[in-house]
């Protein structure tokens, strides 16, 4: 596991639960923090440099939970040990970076899977059936939205390490499911990414149209400035009908009111530890960390491909790119090679 931050202790609660399988070593920043992390986890070695990890236990992959700025870094190195990478979103701060990325792994010839855990969560692999069979017929107008009122970690709110604020933390995850829904990658983009009220140098709001082939509309929402939890919605206009999701803390099944101060997690991005408090329940799972983790270990033993690749999480960033230059410069921007 490279990475003991929160992305890294939601996927080290799957690889537990996976029969043959062993997290061997984690590598993070924080000597304390990592030897915590690796004792919560089960997980003999904890590393704080590269060459401490391959100190240790031999292993045959890596899941790359490290922040945006490190993961061209580790993903070269991994690479160049033959180590497979399951990399989270987004690959990487921007498409040149993404492009090395691929490069590298492709030249070492090992498997290579891009986390848009999106795609696998159960809810949505019903959302892709649903689209498939042909339902609400072609699909004419996207509109989706991810938000709450900002990251765990310090290094997001910084440019230089994350590569930009709302869109490329959770805008990359509406954008790989259009690109994924649609088969196709958009032409051109408008982009308006504003910095509301964080004190940051990222955009903390993000409004961006992707116009794709056929006359397809996506309109993608992303915003560090909602209050009261994780929101995640999709609204999908088609020419026989319409789909409509809603992933909030209030659409919950299981709602608790208490009245003094609980330390017990409930669920993530929640502001508050008292009053009305929305447990998501095997939120891993939900979200599609599950399945995705499940489906990368497949792929290794099988030898076949993930159905996110780094060309997938490439795509992603060119699209990103061409939004942050519409929102500098202002106007449509064509997608760049």
């Given at each position: 596991?490279?990475?003991?931050?929160?992305?890294?202790?939601?996927?080290?609660?799957?690889?537990?639960?996976?029969?043959?399988?062993?997290?061997?070593?984690?590598?993070?920043?924080?000597?304390?923090?990592?030897?915590g992390?690796?004792a919560?986890?089960?997980?003999?070695?904890?590393?704080?440099?590269?060459?401490?990890?391959?100190?240790?236990?031999g292993?045959?992959?890596?899941?790359?939970?490290?922040?945006?700025?490190?993961?061209?870094?580790?993903?070269?190195?991994?690479?160049?040990?033959?180590?497979?990478?399951?990399?989270?979103k987004?690959?990487?701060?921007?498409?040149?970076?993404?492009?090395?990325?691929?490069?590298?792994?492709?030249?070492?010839?090992?498997?290579?899977?891009?986390?848009?855990?999106?795609?696998?969560?159960?809810?949505f692999?019903?959302?892709?059936?649903?689209?498939a069979?042909?339902?609400?017929?072609?699909?004419?107008?996207?509109?989706?939205?991810?938000?709450?009122?900002?990251?765990?970690?310090?290094?997001?709110?910084?440019?230089?390490?994350?590569?930009?604020?709302?869109?490329?933390?959770?805008?990359?995850?509406?954008?790989?499911?259009?690109?994924?829904?649609?088969?196709?990658?958009?032409?051109?983009?408008?982009?308006?990414?504003?910095?509301?009220?964080?004190?940051?140098?990222?955009?903390?709001?993000?409004?961006?149209?992707?116009?794709?082939?056929?006359?397809?509309?996506?309109?993608?929402?992303?915003?560090?400035?909602?209050?009261?939890?994780?929101?995640?919605?999709?609204?999908?206009?088609g020419?026989?009908?319409?789909?409509?999701?809603?992933?909030?803390?209030?659409?919950?099944?299981?709602?608790?009111?208490?009245?003094?101060?609980?330390?017990?997690?409930?669920?993530?991005?929640?502001?508050?530890?008292r009053?009305?408090?929305?447990?998501?329940?095997?939120?891993?799972?939900?979200?599609?960390?599950?399945?995705?983790?499940?489906?990368?270990?497949?792929?290794?033993?099988?030898?076949?491909?993930?159905?996110?690749?780094?060309?997938?999480?490439?795509?992603?960033?060119r699209?990103?790119?061409?939004?942050?230059?519409?929102?500098?410069?202002?106007?449509?921007?064509?997608?760049?090679?």
């Amino acid at each position: 596991m490279l990475g003991a931050g929160f992305i890294a202790a939601f996927r080290a609660q799957v690889y537990r639960r996976l029969e043959g399988v062993e997290l061997v070593s984690v590598l993070g920043r924080s000597r304390e923090r990592t030897e915590g992390f690796a004792a919560r986890a089960g997980i003999g070695h904890a590393a704080t440099s590269w060459e401490g990890l391959l100190a240790g236990p031999g292993f045959d992959a890596v899941d790359l939970c490290l922040p945006n700025d490190l993961h061209l870094e580790f993903g070269l190195l991994a690479a160049a040990a033959g180590k497979h990478i399951l990399c989270e979103k987004p690959l990487a701060r921007t498409a040149a970076e993404a492009r090395q990325m691929l490069a590298a792994v492709e030249k070492a010839g090992v498997l290579h899977a891009y986390g848009e855990n999106m795609l696998h969560a159960p809810d949505f692999r019903e959302i892709l059936e649903i689209l498939a069979d042909g339902v609400i017929g072609r699909p004419l107008w996207l509109r989706g939205k991810e938000a709450h009122f900002g990251p765990h970690s310090d290094w997001f709110w910084q440019r230089s390490r994350s590569g930009g604020g709302a869109l490329i933390d959770m805008g990359c995850h509406l954008i790989g499911v259009f690109n994924a829904i649609l088969g196709t990658l958009p032409e051109a983009v408008l982009a308006f990414a504003p910095t509301l009220h964080h004190a940051t140098d990222c955009e903390d709001a993000v409004l961006a149209l992707l116009r794709y082939p056929a006359n397809t509309v996506g309109q993608c929402e992303a915003s560090w400035i909602q209050r009261g939890g994780m929101q995640v919605a999709l609204e999908i206009c088609g020419t026989e009908g319409m789909l409509t999701y809603d992933r909030s803390g209030l659409s919950q099944p299981i709602k608790v009111f208490a009245r003094n101060t609980t330390g017990r997690y409930f669920s993530e991005k929640v502001e508050h530890d008292r009053g009305w408090l929305f447990p998501t329940v095997d939120e891993y799972r939900r979200y599609g960390y599950e399945d995705q983790i499940r489906e990368f270990v497949h792929c290794i033993r099988s030898g076949t491909k993930p159905r996110c690749g780094f060309a997938d999480g490439l795509a992603v960033n060119r699209i990103m790119d061409a939004c942050y230059d519409s929102a500098r410069a202002g106007g449509w921007r064509a997608l760049p090679a």
